[in-house]
């Protein structure tokens, strides 16, 4: 049951992270569009930018239902084109029948001098529901995804074959989608307290809300569960409430896109910014992590170690992926990863604590253009390079302290055995050899029950776990770490992980 329960937080954080990775480009063309409306714009220019902008608030008011098709699409095992059309009907369903539901039994609210605010009900796709925000795309996502793998496939009897396999789970939903909105009608109201008064208490812990945020959200990745903590305070009311030019935003990112989108008017940005700044152990402590494991390295291989380690830096601090890097001294010393978390969770509690106000959600290139719309005098951008420049030095001689005191494996210090010296130069061989130990480390091809895989990692769901040979598996030459929980196994391969995935599936004929 553990098992099963890891699992499926496992998958539920990668079908997550799909729509997420929209939102960083979205935040990017935001920040262009304010930029391009400043005052000393010509005319055309401004109009180009507000064109953009309100493109992109489409996208930031409306992003349950982006959830919703991302998830559902994404934890869908087969026809996922198929499982993204019925979520998207299913969450209109819900609209409708929940608004009908609130009419019928006068419970709809009366908008105030700020409209729906403080009601708990708002308005979505022009109906006024019970205000469930980001959460609802992500209940109706997992139930559609949950319907539809388990009955998508139902046969009928030849006259009633019409409503079979997908139409069939569509017809399953209808009324379950029915008995969800009315009750939510009733229940989500008594969540949303919950809600309100869990906020209030870890905004309320200060620094040490800040402190025990910051530590989880890193020490986490290993897991995959990472998001299951982020996620929720950057997107949902778990983060904050707020008001902004007469509408009413959720979660850190949600709120700081939508001053984003109005930072002429904005002179302080919202508290709930502190749990959107983890971004800076992406820029600065990568770099740190980096050299520390090159200058530890053993004289005759830092060249070696440079070309291994530098590109996965680079990747890190630029774009904010860091598992490129963090697998590559995660696995040889969990005390470092220890460290490593507590260096998080104290950088961005000091940043918070002398007053810095930085978005800083992802890497390098994100911070500095999301950030540019506002006055330094607002951001005070500076305080992060300084406690960043400060901290990395601290990173790099705590990381090499360790190294060498407990003489840890990291990159360049491990014994090479003669056995696992590579011959071939041809990369098409190697990858191809790489597929191989692949399959057989996983038991062949008969023993894979799915194959998944997120930014860094090829995720395999195995039907017997005691054929996995994992000794097979680490002599992957892209690989840089094998988790193991359940089940389900995660080998780390880095950025081209997807172009390996799709290599794996074609030479095995794997149709998902």
Sequence with gaps: MKDRINLAMQKFSRSVIVPVKLMAVMGLFLAVAVILQLDFMPEAIRTIGNLIKTMMDSMLNNLSIIFCVGIASSLANKKKVEAALISLVVFLFFLAANNAWLNITNQLAEPGAMGLYGTGQGIVLGFQVVDMNVFLGMILGCIVSFVHNKYSDKKLADFLSIYGESRFSFMILIPTVLILAIAMCYIWPIINAGISSLSGLILSAGLLGVFIYSFGNRFLIPTGLHHLLWMPFCFTALGGTAEINGKIYNGAANIFYAQMANA????????????????????????????????????????????????????????????????????????????????????????????????????????????????????????????????????????????????????????????????????????????????????????????TNCFTRLRITVKNLENVNKDILKQISNQKGIVENGKNIQIIIGLKVQSFKEALCEFIDWKE
Excluded at 354 to 359: L, Q
Excluded at 432 to 445: A, P
């Design 264 to 451: 002429s008017t904005i002179t302080e940005l919202h508290s709930s910014l502190r749990f959107a700044t983890f971004g800076f152990v992406k820029i600065f402590g990568s770099v740190a992590v980096a050299l520390a494991i090159i200058y530890c390295a053993k004289k005759e291989r830092k060249e070696e170690v440079k070309g291994m380690i530098l590109p996965s830096a680079f990747v890190a601090t630029l774009s904010g992926i860091t598992e490129p890097l963090d697998f590559l001294f995660l696995f040889a010393s969990p005390l470092l990863w220890f460290v490593h978390s507590i260096l998080t969770a104290i950088s961005e509690t000091i940043l918070w604590a002398i007053g810095a106000r930085t978005y800083m959600l992802f890497g390098l290139i994100d911070s500095v253009v999301s950030n540019l719309p506002f006055s330094p005098s607002i951001t005070k951008f500076y305080l992060v390079i300084i406690v960043g420049l400060i901290m990395g030095v601290v990173w790099f001689l705590v990381f090499v302290y360790l190294i060498k005191k407990f003489n840890l494996q990291t990159p360049g210090r491990e014994e090479i055995q003669s056995d696992e010296v590579r011959v071939s130069d041809n990369k098409d061989d190697f990858q191809q050899r790489d597929i191989e130990l692949t399959i057989s480390g996983l038991g062949g091809k008969e023993n894979i029950e799915t194959i």
